[in-house]
């Protein structure tokens, strides 16, 4: 039985993995200015820091219904017998929600949509371990299940205007107004951005970060992974700071996050997701 595994660009997979298995990503639009781009594929990372940069108007938006069902067909003409399709919190974005109506026009009983409450990585080792499940579809919606279950991501943002102005900070929008030098910590929660604690410096973010990663990672196994925008020193020193206090892990992953990402948080933001148990 093959099964074949699909997602979107915001999960900042390991460069060539995604090739290497056989993932399909469906990239969602950016737009600059009014023109449309695709995330991942002719606007990245620079080019978006480039752009806030600037000032200019950068909106986001899902795949279209139609983009997902034609790689569904795609994937059924190519072989596979039943498709996972994994994708970011359906409180963050509508991409769900047009991935299940996709599933609906093209074989409903064949293609599970799996939402990951989550982004990033968060959502990267959901699609992990649907792949790590191999080709049975239950399994691999019952593994991406768990690892969505398991999965904290918390992170600092340099400011919260960007999420602000896209509509994602909800509760937290408590803390826009405090002083300039705070740096608000957030995490993920069910599927939503939430505050969670404000430190003075980014310095204190960066200690407040791996404490909070070491608690919820544990004593075992574990999958680590940074994302960063345009802060390449900062998550360098995270990740190695991470792999000092949490033994069990094989190594931490760092990632620039993408322009869909990137354009609600701004240039400097920080993360850290962790999995404990891993994704295998």
């Known amino acids: 039985m093959s099964t074949t595994i699909v997602t979107d660009s915001t999960a900042y997979l390991p460069e060539g993995f995604a090739e290497r298995h056989g993932i399909r990503v469906v990239p969602l639009h950016v737009a600059v ?16 820091a480039a752009a806030l940069g600037e000032h200019r108007r950068v909106t986001t938006s899902r795949p279209t219904p139609g983009e997902l069902a034609e790689v569904y067909r795609s994937a059924f003409a190519e072989g596979a017998d039943k498709i996972v399709s994994v994708h970011l919190s359906r409180e963050l974005s509508g991409t769900w929600e047009a991935a299940r109506l ?3 026009e093209v074989d409903p009983e064949r293609i599970r949509v799996v939402d990951s409450r989550a982004t990033g990585m968060g959502l990267g080792f959901a699609v992990l371990a649907a792949c790590a499940a191999g080709g049975d579809g239950t399994r691999a919606v019952e593994a991406a299940n768990r690892a969505a279950e398991r999965t904290r991501m918390f992170f600092c943002v340099e400011t919260l205007d960007h999420l602000r102005r896209g509509g994602r900070i909800g509760a937290a929008a408590a803390l826009v107004g405090t002083a300039l030098a705070v740096k608000p910590l957030l995490h993920v929660d069910d599927g939503r951005i939430v505050p969670l ?9 960066i200690g407040r ?7 919820a990672a544990g004593s075992g196994p574990v999958g680590l992974a940074v994302h960063h925008l345009a802060a390449p020193e900062r998550a360098a020193e995270l990740a190695t700071r991470l792999d000092e206090r949490v033994p069990g892990s094989d190594g931490c992953l760092i990632s620039e996050v993408g322009a869909v990402i990137g354009a609600h948080t701004g240039p400097g933001v920080l993360g850290v997701v962790v999995l404990p148990g891993g994704y295998e």
């Open 33 to 48: 200015d009014g023109r449309s781009r695709l995330d991942g594929v002719d606007f990245g990372p620079a080019e978006l």
């Open 102 to 104: 996709a599933a609906e």
């Open 197 to 205: 604690e404000k430190v003075r410096t980014m310095g204190r973010a």
């Open 209 to 215: 970060l791996v404490d909070l990663a070491a608690s």
